[in-house]
T-cell receptor
Framework: AQSVTQLDSQVPVFEEAPVELRCNYS??????LFWYVQYPNQGLQLLLK??????LVKGINGFEAEFNKSQTSFHLRKPSVHISDTAEYFC???????????FGTGTSLTVIP | GAVVSQHPSRVICKSGTSVKIECRSL??????MFWYRQFPKQSLMLMAT?????????EQGVEKDKFLINHASLTLSTLTVTSAHPEDSSFYIC?????????????FGPGTRLLVL
């Protein structure tokens, strides 16, 4: 079975500072990895995904993530955050042959002016 | 790009009534759709997989008689919460895989917030 752990439930950070949101997964098979953002009372928006190839993945809104197979991690980073980045962020995995998403518990990012 | 819509966006109902939530794939066909439930400050939990033309597959612990799913066409799946109770209040989100059903291309609906009084 797959599982996803987001180590930080809440991350406050000052505007224009860098941020890293951590995600670790466990799986006995190859997986695809995703980061989604959810604004209040809205659905999920895909930030980026790793399917194969380069382990550094660039997404929308200046976010990027690095897939580390040995550490089974897929941490999300942004070098300089904006107020508008305040939202809930979810890490998710699916097996590359599967049909079910497994979501982490989410990290609430609050950008402080 | 592909879009998934949900209707209504929010609904308030009395305890004991039934509520229907629609999930539509716009400009693409979806033989499979997924229904998730999200409680406040929690993650999305898969409730069931909706299959066009056949019965839905429910996750363990989800009552199929309470959460009726009908996938009547290639662009529409409906979730009916029957005899809703306050504990059913939640945010319900559907999703559909795009690109010929490939799971890694998943489109999520905007969600439906259900409040049962």
């Amino acid at each position: 079975a797959q599982s996803v752990t987001q180590l930080d439930s809440q991350v406050p950070v000052f505007e224009e500072a860098p941020v890293e949101l951590r995600c670790n997964y466990s799986s006995s098979v190859s997986v695809y990895l995703f980061w989604y953002v959810q604004y209040p009372n809205q659905g999920l928006q895909l930030l980026l995904k790793y399917l194969s190839g380069s382990t550094l993945v660039k997404g929308i809104n200046g976010f990027e993530a690095e897939f580390n197979k040995s550490q089974t991690s897929f941490h999300l980073r942004k070098p300089s955050v904006h107020i508008s980045d305040t939202a809930e962020y979810f890490c998710a995995v699916i097996r590359n042959t599967g049909n079910q998403f497994y979501f982490g518990t989410g990290t609430s990012l609050t950008v402080i002016p | 790009g592909a879009v998934v819509s949900q209707h209504p966006s929010r609904v308030i109902c009395k305890s004991g009534t039934s509520v229907k939530i629609e999930c539509r794939s716009l400009d693409f066909q979806a033989t499979t759709m997924f229904w998730y439930r999200q409680f406040p400050k929690q993650s999305l939990m898969l409730m069931a997989t909706s299959n066009e033309g056949s019965k839905a597959t429910y996750e363990q612990g989800v009552e199929k008689d309470k959460f009726l799913i009908n996938h009547a066409s290639l662009t529409l799946s409906t979730l009916t919460v029957t005899s809703a109770h306050p504990e059913d209040s939640s945010f319900y989100i559907c999703s559909a895989p795009g690109l010929a059903g490939r799971m890694e291309t998943q489109y999520f609906g905007p969600g439906t917030r259900l409040l049962v009084l």
